[in-house]
């Protein structure tokens, strides 16, 4: 069975600054790995997703995570944050192919101004 | 395209009562998801459908049923409500494999259930 593990449960960051939110994962099979969005009272986005290729995977709005395979990480960073990035962003895993989502307990971003 | 729409927002429900909270998709996805988001503990998944008449239980299914008669709707039964059951609790729907869309599961506005 799979697991998420997200050690940040808050995030306080200056506007402009960079940012790096950590996920790493648990699975005896591989896997496919997604980073979701979460403002208030509202549903999770998608903001990217890693199934196979390249390990750097981007978003339309400047977020980037690479996948680790040794390390088992898939870590999510912006080189510099606007205050419209403050959310809940959870990481996911899932077996490849498989449709069991697990997520992680969620890292909330804030941006100061 | 409205995506998923659930219903209702909010509902208290008191000890022992029973409801349906309603989910459909307008983005002819085959799979449809059932979450509950306590705090801090991030989504689990109750149930999820791979198609009309196919359901399979998540990591949570207990105290909760659903059925998929048509590609659009899931429906998630909530059977003699318990207080362990208030929560935040979305649907979601994704595409199948094979698809340049596939895996993304696109999540419905949420539904507020407190149970007393």
């Known amino acids: 069975a799979q697991s998420v593990t997200q050690l940040d449960s808050q995030v306080p960051v200056f506007e402009e600054a960079p940012v790096e939110l950590r996920c790493n994962y648990s699975?005896?099979?591989?896997?496919?790995l997604f980073w979701y969005v979460q403002y208030p009272n509202q549903g999770l986005q998608l903001l990217l997703k890693y199934l196979s290729g390249s390990t750097l995977v981007e978003s339309i709005n400047g977020f980037e995570a690479e996948f680790n395979k040794s390390q088992t990480s898939f870590h999510l960073r912006k080189p510099s944050v606007h205050i419209s990035d403050t959310a809940e962003y959870f990481c996911a895993v899932s077996e490849s192919g498989g449709q069991n989502f697990v997520f992680g307990p969620g890292t909330r971003l804030s941006v100061l101004p | 395209n409205a995506g998923v729409t659930q219903t209702p927002k909010f509902r208290i429900l008191k000890i022992g009562q029973s409801m349906t909270l309603q989910c459909t998709q307008d983005?002819?996805?085959?799979?449809m998801y059932w979450y509950r988001q306590d705090p801090g503990m991030g989504l689990k998944l109750i149930y999820y459908?791979?198609?009309?008449?196919?359901?399979d239980k998540g990591e949570v299914p207990n105290g909760y049923n659903v059925s998929r008669s048509t590609t659009e709707d899931f429906p998630l039964r909530l059977e003699l409500a318990a207080p362990s059951q208030t929560s935040v609790y979305f649907c979601?729907?994704?595409?199948?494999?094979?698809?340049?869309?596939?895996?993304?599961?696109?999540f419905g506005p949420g539904t507020r259930l407190t149970v007393t």
């Open positions: 459908s791979v198609g009309a008449g196919i359901t």
């Open positions: 979601a729907s994704s595409s199948p494999p094979g698809q340049q869309t596939s895996y993304e599961q696109y």
């Open positions: 699975s005896s099979v591989s896997v496919y």
């Open positions: 983005m002819n996805h085959n799979y």
